[in-house]
């Protein structure tokens, strides 16, 4: 069993990383999006993106190739809880959650996506995912997880590989990585 290392300094160090990463790859949002193959899936008519914060990777070129009504962004209500996903329109107004991140406000419909494009600090080839620290992600994919069906599709820059990411049992893992140099799906016996 590998141990798990002290995440919040490997946090610190993976932010750093991004923002290096964000300034030396300018374009790598519009290339992640011409390189994603579409959802492919019977069924899925709904995709949550997310408002970009700091150096994480922009979803926005991927709006572009989803159907127009078909995008939800996430809102947290809470500091310490799940997200909930609410219909977005381009250029409808998006108010400051509960985290100070613009989002729906609380009068768009709450929707459940087929398809969630995640944020990340690191990714692992075995669909780990470190996140911001808060577990805001993790909550709410576990709680749609059991109500239906859903496909996370982590979004970053590829220098945020890394060989393993130490997870722990309420981590939730990534069925796909989006980068600026591929899409990969990871295996469903990944462990």
């Known amino acids: 069993m590998t141990a798990i290392p002290d995440k919040p300094a490997l946090r610190a160090q993976l932010r750093s990383l991004r923002r290096r990463l964000a300034d030396e790859t300018p374009d790598a949002a519009e290339r992640a999006a011409a390189l994603w193959p579409g959802h492919g899936r019977a069924g899925v008519r709904l995709f949550a993106l997310y408002h970009p914060a700091g150096s994480e990777l922009d979803p926005t070129p991927l709006r572009t190739r989803l159907p127009a009504d078909g995008v939800a962004l996430p809102a947290a209500q809470a500091r310490d809880g799940a997200l909930v996903f609410r219909r977005y329109r381009p250029g409808q107004t998006l108010v400051p959650d509960a985290l100070g991140i613009p989002a729906p406000s609380a ?85």
Not at 144 to 164: C, H, T, W
């Open 107 to 191: 009068e768009a419909e709450a929707v459940l996506p087929d398809v969630v494009f995640a944020p990340l600090l690191a990714f692992d080839r075995r669909g780990g995912r470190l996140g911001q620290g808060g577990g805001h992600y993790d909550r709410t994919l576990e709680a749609l997880r059991r109500v239906k069906p859903v496909f996370v599709i982590g979004l970053a820059y590829s220098g945020q590989e890394l060989p393993e990411i130490p997870m722990e049992p309420h981590d939730q893992r990534l069925d796909a990585i989006l980068t600026e140099t591929g899409y990969l799906e990871f295996a469903k016996d990944r462990g």
